[in-house]
């Protein structure tokens, strides 16, 4: 039990970790990275403890990830393009699943025919998580997009159904292609009733709280997350279609009319929120389990003296190209026949073909599958077994290399502009507000949190140039403050506590600068600069750490006062000798910036302003700033300026901040603590 519970906690971290390496590495595709760690983890031990059964998997993993996707899924657009579906579902899988058994029991004649067919039912399916991972790092056209994803979240059931098919033959061997196509058409059917069953229930059950003011938003959301899994389990026990049903209920779930309540807004609220979250968290459990599943099944089988690893290895990649070829020749023919009804040229379907095929990819769907082929049916099992994992890993390993060279790389073009223009004149009605305010320091804070998330919006833009000038001028700003500094210990202006309390300032202003690789170098050099000084200076003047007194404490800010006015002088002069080098916009942010900063060291507010920011008392204050926000979001979209898109989009996040600020009931221990010292 401690074991288990170790190992989940090792999976959440590397989960975090996962993310932020994507994040730092973005070239790095998501999946692989988790992909590596499952088999890190697989060679650490984890494939001893985390065993998940097929069916589990399917249902508890699989079937939600499917329910969303069918949710959110684009379905009028997905039936534009039914016909190409329908062939990748049906004619495809099946085809698939012949060839890919006719090819292994070709090669390797050991393993009975219809096992090998339940290879290759097990391996015809793409998988709908492995396809919606290479789309977030390529940018499909939306038609190719739509059959994709129409194919993944149709053709697994195909796929199962084509398994089941070639277990029957495995153990009975009989088969009959009558009886085979009426249980997939009664499977098909079967689970479409159940997921059309369960949404009318579900409504059912939503009216009659209605009806009796029984609504509990915790409730729907509950009521919500068992759909999918009641509507797996259903299908299942009637022997029917699972993944049907989840796909069905989700399409179902998304369709109705749009009723603006309160409640209604905020279950729309929380069940978007719950379901990215688990999305995200069931999508890379998917990709880890993938890896733990490699280490576990092939490196056993490739150690083992029974089977030759080169062969193995060659079969699994012949398979694979057998998988793109059969899926590459029947698209090909479809488009070729619609060239000619068309009347159009077959070259102009060439890239749609390619991406077609190249992102097919097989997930931890096929090895799911595979496995349900019980140990004692077939010795051969292991192989089988390996066979599948190998193929889905080089499968999906092909998607991701081969892709390049026919999809678009998708570049997320980031324009926090306009954004920033907003945020700017906000912040300039505030400190007007402030001059005749009650409460100015509560207009203080509001200013600090708009400034912040300006100086946020002004660092995301890492692949601009804007980004670059931002990093180059605050390395500037950090030169110019080290520089004087510097001047003042060796003019005896301040004393040796001042200059190591200034140089702490200084190093807090390092750790704000997002420094990309073209700045990496400068940053670099303005770091060891500064580091040499400041161990230049503990060699040169030894401190015994005696108790300051209150006079000296009181000179030390008043020499850090001056300093820090000086060095202003110097950076708002320098500021302003590159208007025309850099974007206006962005100097005149870092010299108001710095001007309220000075006005603060001023007036001595530095420390009841780290008070308040501890535990805010400006709600009016905050209010005050939305709706000043929103009105120039209005002004802006009106004028042209923002696009609907981007009006949009920062509404929302007003929203999420006002509600955050009205929720808010946090407490800080140093607010407490300075509270009670009062006292």
């Not at 932020?20 to 595709?29: G, S």
């Not at 000084?533 to 401190?543: E, F, P, R, T």
């Amino acid at each position: 039990m401690l074991h288990t519970i170790f190992y989940v906690i090792v999976f959440l971290l590397t989960l975090v970790l996962s993310n932020v390496l994507n994040k730092v590495f973005p070239k790095l595709a998501l999946p692989l990275i988790q992909v590596v760690f499952g088999l890190i983890l697989g060679f650490f031990g984890a494939d001893e403890i985390l065993h998940v059964a097929p069916e589990f998997f399917l249902g508890f993993i699989i079937a939600p990830l499917l329910f969303r996707e069918s949710e959110e899924a684009d379905v009028k657009h997905i039936l534009k393009h039914s016909k190409v579906i329908l062939v990748l579902i049906f004619p495809l899988v099946f085809i698939t699943a012949l060839g890919l058994g006719f090819i292994s029991h070709w090669i390797y004649a050991g393993i009975p025919l219809a096992a090998c067919f339940a290879l290759g039912a097990s391996l015809a399916p793409t998988d709908a998580v492995a396809v919606g991972a290479l789309s977030k790092n390529f940018s499909f056209p939306k038609r190719v997009m739509s059959i994709l994803k129409g194919e993944g979240l149709l053709n697994d059931a195909s796929g199962i159904i084509a398994f089941q098919i070639a277990m029957v033959a495995l153990v009975t061997g009989y088969f009959s292609l009558p009886d085979a196509t009426m249980k997939l058409v009664f499977s098909a059917i079967g689970g479409s009733a159940i997921g059309f069953v369960l949404i009318y229930l579900k409504n059912l059950i939503l009216r009659l709280l209605e009806d009796v003011d029984a609504r509990d938003v915790p409730g729907y959301l509950l009521l919500e997350l068992a759909i999918p899994l009641s509507a797996f389990l259903i299908a299942e026990e009637l022997h029917v279609s699972g993944i049907i049903a989840a796909v069905v209920a989700g399409v179902m779930s998304a369709n109705g009319l749009k009723r603006t309540t309160l409640f209604d807004a905020q279950v729309a609220k929380l069940k978007s929120t719950i379901w990215d979250t688990l999305t995200f968290i069931l999508n890379s459990i998917v990709f880890f389990f993938l890896g733990i599943e490699l280490y576990q099944l092939v490196v056993p089988l490739l150690m083992s003296p029974v089977y030759s690893s080169a062969y193995l290895l060659l079969l699994a990649v012949v398979l694979t190209i057998g998988l793109f070829a059969l899926r590459f020749a029947i698209i090909a023919l479809y488009y070729w026949i619609q060239s000619i009804r068309r009347r159009q040229t077959f070259i102009a379907y060439w890239n749609d073909i390619l991406l077609l095929t190249f992102a097919g990819s097989k997930g931890t769907v096929s090895i799911a599958t595979i496995l349900l082929i019980p140990r004692n049916v077939i010795d051969s099992q292991p192989v089988l077994v390996f066979l599948a994992a190998a193929v889905t890993g080089l499968s999906f390993l092909v998607g991701m290399f081969i892709l390049p060279f026919f999809a678009i790389k998708k570049v997320v073009k980031v324009n926090n502009i306009s954004k920033i223009s907003i945020l700017t004149d906000v912040v300039e009605e505030l400190a007007k507000d402030s001059k005749k305010a009650k409460n100015p320091q509560g207009y203080r804070i509001a200013i600090d949190a708009y400034q912040e998330r300006i100086q946020q919006l002004i660092i995301e833009q890492e692949s601009t140039d804007l980004a670059i000038d931002y990093n180059d001028l605050q390395l500037l700003i950090i030169r110019l403050e080290s520089e004087g500094l510097e001047v003042a210990l060796r003019e005896n202006k301040i004393s040796m506590y001042t200059y190591r309390t200034y140089q702490r300032y200084i190093h807090s202003l390092e750790s704000s600068v997002a420094h990309s690789l073209v700045s990496s170098i400068q940053f670099i050099y303005v770091v060891i600069v500064r580091g040499f000084h400041l161990l230049l200076s503990k060699l040169l003047h030894i401190d015994f750490g005696f108790k300051k007194t209150k006079d000296a404490i009181e000179t030390t800010r008043t020499q850090i006062t001056e300093l820090y006015f000086s060095n202003t002088e110097l950076i708002l002069q320098a500021l302003d000798n590159l208007q025309g080098v850099f974007d206006d916009q962005l100097l005149h942010f870092l010299q108001a910036e710095r001007l309220r900063t000075a006005e603060i060291v001023a007036t001595g507010g530095h420390i009841s302003r780290l008070v308040n920011k501890a535990q805010p008392t400006n709600l009016t204050e905050m209010m005050r700033a939305y709706y000043l926000e929103r009105k120039v979001i209005f002004e802006y979209e009106s004028s042209g300026q923002l696009t609907a898109r981007e009006a949009k989009d920062m509404r929302l996040n007003v929203n999420v901040l006002e509600d955050y600020t009205l929720a808010s009931n946090q407490r800080s221990l140093l607010f407490d603590f300075l509270e009670r010292r009062k006292k």
